[in-house]
């Protein structure tokens, strides 16, 4: 992995372009403790990406700062390997547009 990565973003905004993309549909079942070790669970059918959308309507301004920066990260993620930024000895075979 290279020692040194710097990534730089610029013009980020919406396209008003609407697109499709599958819908997922999966159980799900969180447990925890809490710091009294209380026993707790959440369990329920998520629906991707319609979750994201409910966070993004009705949650909160941290949610939504939350999953910004989830997105954020993962869309920095996808354009690094999309460059082979962290294959060995990798060089892009093509500058990268953001």
Known sequence: MPREVN??????????????????????RVEWRTNKNVAKQHQRVALFPDDLLELVRDGDADDREWL?????????DVQRRLAKVDKEDAVAEKPVKL
């Open 68 to 76: 910004e920066e989830r997105l954020r990260e993962l869309l920095l």
């Open 7 to 28: 990534v730089w973003t610029s013009d980020w905004r919406a396209t008003g372009e609407k697109v499709q993309v599958p819908q997922y549909r999966f159980g799900i």
